[in-house]
């Protein structure tokens, strides 16, 4: 288990991948940034030195390998609520009030980096552990409808509403302005679209639906060229293709409304020459100190999750210090605060974008800064041609993604129990506030767990006691072995993880729950996670000595429930009734349900990076050694998630061979090339090179392994992806399901391949 | 070796559903060990009561049982200390619940009061049984200690006698001796080589002191260390339990406070949920 050394040939090595990646990134970050700061009542340029500040600080000071640092989105809601509340107490009006109410928040968010950092000094980057995960579900669904309240009105050119109210007698249940009033008044503000005066405002609203429209449908489309710009980049380039047409081509001012424009976007020197006035004068109030600690707690949730959503998509299964993170965190929204930017925070959604290009080490969140320092430098002035609603549409999606009814059914297939937890959280955070919510949810949590147990003393007596043991077995060699005693809930779940956490993730664990009375939600998810590292990371992580539990049907808690259950009922779709005939004809073994074991597949270069869900309508020859699947992946976490369905086909081998990855010559690979990627020539066969994009570690193995008759079989065969990992074939050909024939095609030519390589073998013995 | 030898065995009688099986058991150890056996009952003396002990021992008594029964009333505790002060009892054997309720608890109950100010080896049994239940694997406390040399050789002492199986010795240590907070790979592998060289260290101190223990007791034993990280006296006795062992063997503690009692650690941990018969020796 020696490390591996770091050599500085090895990081410039890498550099281009990662300034390609940080390029990529800053695409997103730029719309993002801006929409976000506006959506929190700030400066739109605010979200841009948010971005950059975090990224120049946290790249060079924090813990972590592929994390992007950036304005957060759930904190949008508390910024936003607080500027208000500080613009209507400055007695000022409009712009004015807003602009001093900002300066005030400034203060808060500087305070706030201040706590943060000590929390990181203090090492709690176990803090989010305390939360139970249905309560933080409902805090995230919170944010995302806060967001969407805000933000859908002005998508649709009814900036300023306040939407409705509602009540019965003197009772009132919500009233104007209040994020309910917002949520409930969007059907009125949908009715109004389609009777503005003003077409100024009938064009800004268009602008917003088709920005919605592009961030909706843009994933669906799975063409390489395309993609290598992301959707909330079309939102902002297309609008100022736009304008420009309007006023070269047709010669016209732009027909959206001059109010519904993104204003005062400062150039670069006025950034760094007129800091703002932070207004420090309401620094003993405690309300103030309410917003400081709200904004603290939100952050480090919010990085902290997402840390630990990134680490499992590390391509370098390197584990990232949490709390040198939060000390860097802290620091960066210290400065991004005395500069007029947000909290920084890290950001899953654009980590994990960068993980998808390529990013393998810290310098890429570098030159996402770096490349938006370039944008503001030189597009300050383009950027004012981007309407809002547009902006706000990339807003709009981001809270329907924390809020939709997917997030609802999923805590629902968990326990009924979850969804109380999580409405009652969901339903005080709106009405009252965040941490009231999130307390709420805690206590709610406590009791449902006392109720489901019947005893209070269970809780009571171990509460303190160190209940779990973790020793490393000394007979079989590394079996580590981890009994956990009387409860095991989000109140003691630290005492388990911080043994886990010691544990090297390419080891073997045995989590024993036997002599565990009750085990929570939070902690069998949580749990789930360190099963999915240890696979990816090649440990194994086993639970075992819940059967007890899984009798006693008052114990909904447990993930075992998503067990696939045999499908009784033959009802297959006519597609599968087709495969089934297929596999008759080709003595093949068919089946349709779906199969949750998918290590077989993760040593693939393909999958680094991506989440293997399941595979499904397996056909299987009698001993495995070729499989035809269809296979659902996703790549990419939270608003740049893509579930993706494919036709794989998986072809085992009795020889080893060199890893490497062949595909179709095209523009990207020019691109990414041009990057770092290094295409491998093969020699005396400069068409195969021409044509086909070779790739893999071993050069000197691969160019050998490629003869004659093998690059042959290649030029006279149809383009596959192919990729090797050393023992086994990963063949398909497009990111989607094949029809039969392409199904029969693609059989034909793994069974060909397999051949070419076992003559070739017979040939060399 | 500076083991005590058990000559003289004592046992608290109650009137309880328990009191055929700890008789049961105390007698059997009484044979096994060649020691006398001593029966002690709080209360006053009567026909009937001599009788019924009598009876039950009478298995015993066919085999040569050396006993005697001392009857005295009193507070339970003084009546039990003082007598086997008295008789010089080298072992006292104590029925006790696995776990008591929560005023017990912090008040303390009898056999736990006793546990505490005892000068002799007591032993604490959760599950007497009539039958006997083979004794297959004991599991002994070898931390850092003046008194672990004589509690290891007791325990083998003990294990030879009850024709033990196995014997683990767990060595516990604790967090703070590896002083090394896991944030990234670097401090984790820098934690486990630690960990590594301490368990290496606590192995090689426990088999010095298995070396000195006189072969004939080692016989047909199977020996196996085992180095655990955590809180010294829960985590061996959560080990004891999750290992199934048939009986775990302490050294006594030190004094005892109250306030040990609330903030409990080593042996008190044990006391509080019992995972299996435990041995304390004095």
């Known amino acids: 288990m020696s490390p591996k ?80 509340f500080y613009a209507t107490q400055s007695g000022l009006e409009g712009e004015l009030a807003t602009q001093q109410g900002y300066f005030v928040v400034l203060a808060a968010i500087i305070c706030s980096g201040i706590l943060l950092s000590i929390l990181g000094f203090l090492r709690l980057g176990k803090l989010a552990n305390f939360f139970p995960s249905s309560a933080i579900q409902g805090m995230l669904a919170a944010i995302g409808l806060i967001i969407l309240a805000k933000s859908t009105h002005t998508m649709l050119a009814n900036q300023g509403t306040k939407g409705i109210s509602l009540a019965f ?114 620094i003993t109030s405690p309300a103030f100190w309410s917003i400081v600690v709200t904004l603290t707690l939100i952050a480090s949730i919010e990085s902290l999750l997402s840390i630990k959503a990134v680490d ?81 549409a990339i807003l709009v999606f981001t809270g329907y993604k924390l809020a939709s009814p997917n997030v609802v059914k999923k805590i629902f297939s968990i326990g009924k129990e979850q969804l109380i937890i999580f409405f009652i959280t969901l339903l005080v955070t709106l009405k009252i506030g965040l941490i009231e919510g999130i307390l709420l949810g805690v206590f709610t949590t406590l009791i449902i767990h006392l109720i489901i147990n019947k005893s209070f003393s269970l809780f009571f007596r171990n509460l303190l006691k160190p209940n779990v043991l973790m020793f490393k077995e000394q007979e079989n060699e590394g079996n580590y072995y981890v009994s956990v005693k ?11 993880k911080n043994k886990l956490d010691t544990i090297p993730e390419n080891q073997d664990v045995i989590v024993d729950f ?23 990371r090649g440990g194994h992580f086993e639970v075992i000595g819940l059967d007890m ?9 447990a993930l075992r429930r998503i067990l696939p259950i045999p499908n009784l009922l033959s009802n297959l779709t006519r597609r599968q009734k087709t495969i089934e005939e297929l596999a008759l004809d080709y003595n093949l073994n068919y089946e349709s349900n779906k199969n949750k074991n998918v290590h077989f597949l993760e040593d693939f270069l393909f999958f680094r990076t991506k989440k293997i869900n399941h595979t499904y309508n397996q056909l299987a020859d009698d001993n495995s050694s070729i499989r035809l699947f269809d296979l659902e992946f996703s790549e990419g976490e939270f608003i740049a998630k893509e579930v993706v369905r494919a036709t794989m086909m998986y072809v085992s081998l009795q020889e080893g061979i060199p890893e490497f990855t062949l595909d179709r010559e095209g523009f990207l690979e020019k691109v990414y090339a041009f990057a770092g990627f290094e295409d491998i020539p093969i020699d005396n066969h400069t068409d195969f090179s021409n044509r ?24 006279s065969n149809p383009y596959y992806h192919v990729e090797s990992n050393g023992k086994a074939l990963l063949i398909f050909r497009k990111e989607r399901l094949s029809n039969i024939k392409e199904i029969k095609v693609v059989f034909d030519f793994g069974k060909r391949l397999k051949n070419v390589l076992q003559v070739e073998k017979v040939v060399k013995l | 070796m500076q083991q005590k030898p058990f000559y003289i065995i004592g046992i608290g009688v109650a009137f309880s559903p328990n009191l055929k099986a700890n008789i049961h058991e105390a007698a059997r150890f009484s044979l096994l060990f060649q020691a006398k056996l001593i029966l002690i009952h709080v209360g006053k003396k009567s026909q009937e009561k001599t009788q019924q002990i009598e009876e039950i021992l009478k298995p015993f008594i066919t085999q040569n049982l050396s006993y005697e029964l001392v009857f005295k009333t009193g507070d339970p505790v003084d009546v ?102 896991v944030d990234d790979d670097k401090s984790l592998r820098k934690a486990n080589i630690k960990k590594e060289r301490l368990e290496m260290r606590e192995t090689n101190r426990v088999k010095k002191i298995v070396e000195e223990i006189p072969e004939d007791y080692l016989k047909e034993i199977v020996i196996k260390t085992q180095p655990i990280f955590g809180k010294r006296g829960y985590s061996i006795g959560h080990y004891a339990q999750m290992v199934r062992a048939d009986l775990l063997v302490m050294n006594a503690p030190g004094k005892i406070t109250f306030w040990d009692r609330l903030f409990p650690h080593d042996i008190e941990h044990i006391l509080t949920e019992l995972p299996t018969d435990v041995l304390i020796i004095q």
């Open chain 1, 5 to 84: 050394k770091k050599t500085i040939k090895d990081f410039l090595k890498t550099l281009p991948k990662n300034i390609f990646s940080g390029f990529v990134v800053s695409l997103i970050a730029l719309p993002l940034g801006l929409g976000l700061a506006m959506a929190s009542e700030a400066p739109p340029i605010a979200g841009i030195i948010t971005a950059v500040i975090g990224g120049l600080t946290v790249s060079i000071l924090g813990g972590s390998n592929v994390t992007i640092t950036g304005p957060g989105n759930s904190l949008v809601g508390v910024v936003a609520g607080a500027v208000l």
């Open chain 1, 169 to 282: 007698g003197n009772v009132t249940i919500f009233e104007e302005g209040s994020v309910l009033g917002l949520l409930f008044g969007i059907p009125k503000t949908i009715i109004g679209v389609f009777s503005y005066d003003n077409p100024g405002l009938t064009y800004a609203a268009i602008a917003g639906v088709l920005g919605l429209i592009i961030m909706v449908f843009y994933p669906k489309i799975r063409n390489k060229y395309l993609q290598l710009i992301p959707a909330p980049m079309w939102i902002v380039i297309l609008p100022i293709l736009f304008s420009y047409y309007y006023e070269f081509v047709l010669q016209q001012p732009n027909p959206i409304d001059p109010s519904y424009m993104i204003s005062n976007i400062p150039d670069f020197n006025s950034i760094v020459t007129n800091l703002p006035t932070v207004d420090f004068s309401h």
């Open chain 1, 312 to 392: 499992k998509l590390d391509p370098e299964k390197r584990r990232s210090s949490v709390n040198r993170d939060l000390k860097a965190l802290g620091l960066a929204t210290v400065g991004s605060g005395f500069l007029g930017g947000l909290n920084v925070v890290t950001v899953i959604a654009r980590s994990s974008v960068n993980v998808n290009n390529g990013g393998s080490n810290r310098s890429a969140n570098f030159f996402h800064a770096f490349f938006l320092v370039l944008f503001i430098a030189l597009f300050s002035t383009q950027l004012t041609r981007i309407p809002l609603p547009a902006l706000m």
């Open chain 1, 486 to 496: 009387h409860f095991c809930s989000f109140l003691n779940f630290f005492k388990l």
């Open chain 1, 514 to 536: 036997s002599m565990c009375e009750f085990v929570d939600h939070t902690v069998m998810e949580n749990l789930n996670n360190y099963q999915e590292l240890f696979e990816k």
């Open chain 1, 549 to 557: 539990h899984g009798t006693d049907s008052e114990h909904p808690f």
């Open chain 1, 692 to 715: 086909f994009y070779l790739l893999g570690e071993d050069k000197l193995a691969i160019q050998s392994f490629f003869n004659d008759d093998l690059v042959h079989f290649f030029e």
């Open chain 2, 80 to 181: 039990i200390l003082s007598t086997s002060k008295e008789k010089n009892v080298d072992l006292l054997i104590l029925g006790a619940l696995q776990r008591e309720n929560f005023v017990k608890y912090y008040v303390g109950s009898i056999a736990r009061k006793i546990t505490r100010k005892a000068n002799c080896s007591i032993l604490l049994m959760i599950k007497p049984s009539i039958e006997r239940i083979p004794c297959k694997h004991i599991v002994v406390n070898g931390l850092q200690n003046q008194k672990t040399k004589q509690v290891i050789s007791s325990a083998f002492y003990v294990g030879h006698h009850l024709d033990a199986e196995k014997i683990t010795i767990v060595e516990e240590i604790r967090q703070q001796e590896v002083a090394i907070n």
